[in-house]
């Protein structure tokens, strides 16, 4: 029995019977088309897809022991969504650049005076592709913030500790406590000058 995981997913565990070997490697491939197909896995967990020397051989012994890296694992997980999100945001810019060059043309040929020729026609069909991939992806990143956000949320806590999720969880409060203190000061402020003023 040979057991495998992924870098983006090191808490996914693909179990094969046999060795190492590219057999195997498909096999566990196919468990992973199986798993994301009856939707155990997320579609868009790879973005960058799967090829099956991504797989990485793990200790099937340890399998059934507690996992005392679970965190670790979690922290992992949430440093590779961020990663994710840095390469669709780049995607995205360059899908953007394109996407602004097509639409001048778009515009120009469908809202201006000038007559549209057989040529012109063409490379709106193209133009229009490239928008299409533009909106696909931009819709795709959209869809990714909240799960990026939980990442983030967990990056935080690991980098800061336990501090750093209340402050975030209770951003009103600490403006509230931070503009009560300088109020607080103010009147201090305040009481002293009349103070001052009285005695002279």
Not at 54 to 59: A, R, S
Not at 68 to 88: G, H, I, K, R
Request: aromatic share 4%; net charge negative; no cysteine.
């Amino acid at each position: 029995m040979v057991a495998y995981t992924l870098p983006e997913r090191p808490d996914l565990i693909f179990s094969v019977r046999g060795k190492d070997s590219e057999k195997s490697r498909q096999q566990a491939m196919e468990q992973l088309h199986h798993r994301i197909e009856n939707e155990e896995i997320p579609a868009d967990a790879f973005p960058n897809g799967v090829d099956p020397s991504d797989f990485i051989e793990v200790d099937s012994s340890k399998m059934n022991q507690p996992q005392a890296l679970d965190e670790n694992n979690e922290v992992l997980q949430a440093v590779q969504t961020l990663s994710n999100l840095a390469l669709l945001k780049i995607d995205l810019e360059k899908d953007r650049q394109a996407a602004l060059e097509v639409y001048d043309v778009i515009n120009r040929l469908l809202f201006g005076s000038e007559p549209v020729e057989e040529e012109e026609i063409d490379s709106l069909k193209q133009g229009f592709k490239t928008l299409k991939v533009f909106a696909q992806n931009h819709i795709k990143l959209q869809s990714s913030l909240p799960q990026a956000e939980a990442a983030r949320d967990l990056l935080n806590q690991a980098l800061y500790g336990e501090s750093a999720t209340v402050e975030k969880s209770n951003p009103k409060t600490a403006k509230a406590d931070k503009a009560a203190d300088k109020a607080d000061k103010a009147a201090d402020k305040a009481d002293k000058a009349k103070g001052d003023n009285s005695r002279t």
